[in-house]
Nanobody
């Protein structure tokens, strides 16, 4: 049984930083990623990382501000978020691919493994 648990969300002022964590149990060496969903909007891609951690990918709105990383020995994935903006406010979800172990960024599906989400609120 795969379980993903996010933590680290909270309230921060614009320009500040937060670090999100995702603890994965059950399996490790698959591509993972972060998505976010603001009220009334679709769930959007934020970043992804290959199973080895060697390759990372980012959505255009977070490039240069967010950094995704993982520690397979600890079954953890992280999202360091700097220079936060009000428009970054959303529920952030971690996801692990059910099948993908390549070096690219998979197209994550609802059938992959998702966490319950953690709220990030950026005040302006």
């Amino acid at each position: 049984q795969v379980q993903l648990v996010e933590s680290g969300g909270g309230l921060v002022q614009a320009g500040g930083s937060l670090r999100l964590s995702c603890a994965a149990s059950g399996r490790t060496f698959y591509a993972m990623g972060w998505f976010r969903q603001a009220p009334g909007k679709e769930r959007d891609f934020v970043a992804s990382i290959s199973w080895s951690g060697s390759n990372t990918y980012y959505g255009d709105s977070v490039k240069g501000r967010f950094t995704i990383s993982r520690d397979n020995a600890k079954n953890m994935m992280y999202l360091q978020m700097n220079s936060l903006r009000a428009e970054d406010t959303a529920v952030y979800y971690c996801v692990q691919s059910a099948t993908y172990r390549g070096s690219g960024s998979p197209s994550f599906q609802r059938t992959d493994y998702w966490g319950q989400g953690t709220q990030v609120t950026v005040s302006s």
